[in-house]
């Protein structure tokens, strides 16, 4: 029996999307990117959940756009494929919830772009990363735009000129990754960060990832009359004023998810 080509779960606070096609590295179909689609607005529309993480199944994590059905095919098909594929990458940014990639064995191409693409990045200790698509004639074009945005314009011109993948301590280093743990406290180390953001008012949490990728391409003059607005709606909502009551009572605040003071 053909496996689905991505599962999507809910536990607890936490949605999950697990890339499920591990015969093949969890190479990015085109069905593959449009069931990931799927999985994020289900997942973004329900209320239970507060962050969302996504990982593969098997030995690594996704190796990129499958190469199996690229071959003799029309420039629609490209066309789509990749206008696909930047929906996906859009989407992860625009729902509400916090995204957290748990990677582990490779994260290549496509791969690497939708690693990039997540809000935050937990790897085990052996994965590797890389824009790899010089090595089969297809330079990753799509793939350097979150991965630019993440790494900066020196670091990844060396990931894209060269193909050749790069430790998760690098990773680390140049900030494409924000923990890395050993392959036994992966799973461990993902839910407590998951769990640690789904504790907080999801409505603030939302209001906040929408305001830092509005502010960050801006101008530091236009990014602070944007976030000044930000901060004044977000004091007046319920969560906000609960936040504030619960801080100076000394106790647990009572999340609402209301907008009405």
Not at 198 to 209: D, N
Not at 222 to 231: L, N, P, R, S
Request: aromatic share 6%; charged share 25%.
């Amino acid at each position: 029996m053909d496996l689905e080509p991505v599962d999507c779960r809910v536990e607890g606070k936490l949605g999950r999307i697990t890339l499920n096609r591990p015969e093949r590295f969890n190479a990015l179909s085109l069905e593959m990117l449009h069931e990931v689609i799927k999985a994020l607005e289900q997942l973004s529309t329900d209320p239970s959940v507060s962050v969302v993480i996504i990982d593969g199944a098997g030995r690594g994590f996704s190796v990129g756009h499958d190469l199996n059905e690229m071959i003799d095919r029309e420039r629609s098909f490209f066309d789509e494929l990749f206008s696909t594929s930047t929906v996906m990458m859009e989407k992860i940014q625009s729902i509400a919830q916090p995204v957290i990639a748990k990677v582990h064995g490779i994260a290549a191409a496509a791969g690497c772009q939708l690693v990039a693409a997540c809000d935050l990045v937990v790897a085990s200790e052996e994965t590797r990363f890389g824009t790899t698509g010089l090595k089969v004639g297809l330079f990753c074009s799509t793939p350097m735009v979150p991965l630019s945005r993440a790494i900066g314009r020196k670091r990844a011109l060396e990931m894209l000129l060269t193909g050749e993948t790069i430790s998760a301590e690098k990773a680390a280093d140049w900030g494409l990754v924000n923990r890395v743990v050993n392959s036994e406290s992966l799973e461990a180390a993902t839910v407590e960060l998951a769990d640690q953001i789904a504790g907080y008012a999801p409505i603030v949490v939302g209001l906040g990832k929408a305001a830092f990728y509005q502010q960050v391409e801006l101008s530091e003059t236009a990014a602070y009359q944007m976030t000044k607005d930000v901060m004044a709606g977000n004091a007046t909502i319920a969560d906000g004023q609960e936040g504030f009551k619960a801080f100076l009572e000394k106790r647990d605040p009572i999340w609402t998810g209301s907008v009405d003071s």
